[in-house]
């Protein structure tokens, strides 16, 4: 079993800058990739962005392109998703997942953390 924990969230402004991280502990030997979901309010879980276990590949959801970026620590167990230019459509809860696939659907990824809030005013 691989637990996942989420830290970093919070209440930012519009335009702001906010980075969140997730730790995986447990059978993390094997090659996982990693990813982070969000929901809304009302809305279903939707992709944000996903990284390989090298951390060669990475892939965004259009709505973040170019605003958020993830990264994988050198331990490979650890993945932070840097976000710039946050707007008050990116408040949701953000889940980080992992799988065997680099993918952007819920069903790719076996494992998944708590969530953690995200709140952008205007």
């Known amino acids: 079993q691989v637990q996942l924990v989420e830290s970093g969230g919070g209440l930012v402004q519009a335009g702001d800058s906010l980075r969140v991280s997730c730790l995986a502990s447990g059978r993390t030997d094997s090659p996982l990739a990693m990813g982070w979901f969000r929901q809304a309010p009302g809305k279903e879980r939707e992709f944000v962005v996903a990284i390989s276990w090298s951390g060669e590949i990475t892939n965004y959801a259009d709505s973040v392109k170019g605003r958020f970026t993830i990264s994988r620590g050198n331990a490979k167990n650890t993945v932070y998703l840097q976000m710039n230019g946050l707007k008050p459509e990116d408040t949701a809860v953000y889940y980080c997942?992992?799988?065997?696939?680099?993918?952007?659907?819920?069903?790719?990824?076996?494992?998944w953390g708590q969530g953690i809030q995200v709140t952008v005013s205007s």
């Open positions: 997942a992992a799988g065997q696939r680099l993918g952007g659907r819920t069903y790719d990824y076996s494992y």
